[in-house]
């Protein structure tokens, strides 16, 4: 029986772990729509385009082969990105991509292009999607909707420890700064801004483990529970 799973939420809630777990606890495809646009912003800084010219970043994107494919141990775990033949799957999860996708992903015309390829990705297949509006905008109809949350504080340390994995070093507090000005930037964007599905679970991740985030959505697409916040 298909199955479509949209887990939306605030940058470092765990999104793209969760949902790449999931995927794999319960034999889904898993597909990373945060990635499609750290790769956007990734191209837009190699080619030197405006982050706010979404029409020609836009058709950058339609000249460019985006790929997905499954992860492996070189990524820790992390879905696998290309741009044409070229692998970027750590380049987009910098510093310099991180404090930047956001405007990007605010562009409509950018948005209009990478929601299709999502759409295209998902259709006739079952799947997991993570990103900023699934629930609300990509996949309205799907069958269960998470929305993930934990405090900034929480989000911010696990962004250090993340760009330690990289070899990347910035302070807690610059982090938290910066986590805090994603946030209003994504719930405030006049094109798809990051808002709770009506029918979504919300489920806070403070104090959880990975894996017990992971065994709560499993619990719920078991029961088929949706539509009320997971105490």
Wanted: with cysteine; glycine share 8%.
């Amino acid at each position: 029986m298909k199955i479509t799973i949209a887990i939306d939420g605030p940058a470092g809630a765990g999104k793209s772990t969760v949902a790449k777990i999931l995927a794999d606890k319960l034999g889904l495809l898993y597909i990373d729509t945060g990635a499609m646009y750290r790769a956007a912003t990734w191209l837009a800084l190699q080619e030197r385009i405006d982050l706010k010219d979404g029409d020609r970043l836009a058709e950058a994107l339609c000249h460019k082969d985006l790929r997905l494919e499954s992860p492996d141990e070189s990524t820790g775990g992390r879905i696998r990105v290309f741009l044409n033949d070229q692998e970027i799957s750590d380049a987009i999860r910098g510093k310099e991509v991180s404090d930047r996708v956001s405007t990007v992903a605010a562009q409509k015309m950018v948005r209009k292009v990478l929601v299709e390829q999502q759409r295209k990705l998902a259709r006739g297949r079952s799947a997991v999607l993570d990103g900023r509006d699934i629930g609300t905008v990509v996949l309205p109809d799907a069958d269960l909707k998470i929305f993930l949350t934990a405090s900034a504080e929480e989000r911010a340390r696990r962004r250090v420890k993340d760009l330690e994995g990289l070899g990347e070093k910035e302070s807690y507090d610059d982090v938290l700064r910066s986590i805090i000005e994603r946030d209003k930037q994504d719930s405030t964007r006049e094109e798809a801004p990051l808002v709770k599905a009506a029918d979504a679970v919300e489920v806070d991740t403070d104090g959880l483990t990975i894996e017990e985030v992971v065994d709560k959505i499993a619990a719920l697409c078991k029961n088929g529970k949706g539509g009320r916040k997971d105490q």
